[in-house]
């Protein structure tokens, strides 16, 4: 049997699998920049002076894309630091839903210390990142089950205990102008509200229900 000696396309191909790669300081400690993009199987590639492929880090065509605009591409340990370029953060400890609380593009950082680990965020992708207006708004983005969504945030109890105060002394003025006065259930309900508004009672979680009689 005669061996089949591979020349020009797929010599590239087989030493270079993944066609498009990053380049870095391999002997860098901590973390580093790219350094260099490789398209293996373009005309101006020249294999000999190619790293191998194991000094790289491959790319995907949809890295290699992003890459081409990026400024500060941050590697560790071999590996992109942050391979999705694109991310929403948000607090992991917090039930869902919850709040997106920030957006960050991590190939046009310089220093990305600060930045949440790529597996605590949501990656994002360019077309949700470019889409300003809907997607990618300062407000009204939450998390939930690994997906962005529309939120809202809840209104606080005391918040709302403070709104249904407003209520009980527009019936107050009622009553007096109605030489009425408040039913008991009525003055314990705005007892009760009083105690949320102040902050007193922390251990209600929603506003109790308002009495079916008021005045008596």
Same mark, same amino acid.
């Given at each position: ?10 010599? #590239?191909?087989? &030493?270079?699998?993944?066609r498009?790669? %990053? +380049?870095?300081?391999? *002997? ?13 199987? &373009? ?5 000999n002076?190619?790293? &191998?492929?194991?000094?790289?880090? %491959? ?8 890459? +081409? ?6 590697? +560790?340990?071999? =590996?992109?630091?942050?391979? *999705?370029?694109? @991310? ?19 190939w ?14 949501? *990656?994002? *992708? /360019? =077309? ?8 990618? =708004? ?8 690994? =997906?962005?969504?529309? @939120? ?10 403070? &709104?249904?105060?407003?209520? #009980? +002394? ?17 003055? %314990? @309900?705005?007892?009760?509200? /009083?105690?949320?508004? /102040? ?18």
């Amino acid at each position: 049997m005669t061996d089949t000696v591979l020349t020009g396309a797929a010599l #590239i191909a087989s &030493a270079y699998p993944a066609r498009y790669y %990053a +380049q870095y300081d391999r *002997a860098a400690t901590g973390i580093t920049l790219v350094t260099g993009l490789v398209d293996t199987q &373009a005309d101006d590639a020249r294999i000999n002076a190619l790293p &191998a492929a194991a000094d790289m880090i %491959a790319l995907t065509p949809a890295q290699w894309s992003l890459a +081409q605009r990026a400024q500060s591409i941050h590697v +560790q340990d071999g =590996k992109l630091l942050h391979p *999705a370029r694109y @991310y929403a953060s948000f607090d992991l400890s917090a039930a869902q839903p919850t709040p997106v609380l920030g957006w960050y593009d991590t190939w046009a950082m310089s220093n990305v210390a600060n930045v949440p680990a790529a597996s605590d965020m949501i *990656a994002v *992708a /360019e =077309k949700d990142w470019d889409d300003i207006t809907a997607f990618r =708004k300062s407000n009204g983005r939450g998390v939930q089950d690994g =997906k962005i969504i529309d @939120y809202t945030p809840p209104v606080p109890l005391s918040v709302q205990a403070q &709104a249904e105060q407003s209520w #009980i +002394q527009q019936q107050e003025s009622r009553a007096f102008v109605r030489g009425q006065k408040f039913t008991a259930e009525m003055l %314990a @309900y705005a007892d009760a509200i /009083e105690a949320i508004a /102040e902050g007193t009672d922390t251990a209600s979680t929603r506003l109790p229900d308002r009495p079916a009689t008021i005045m008596s």
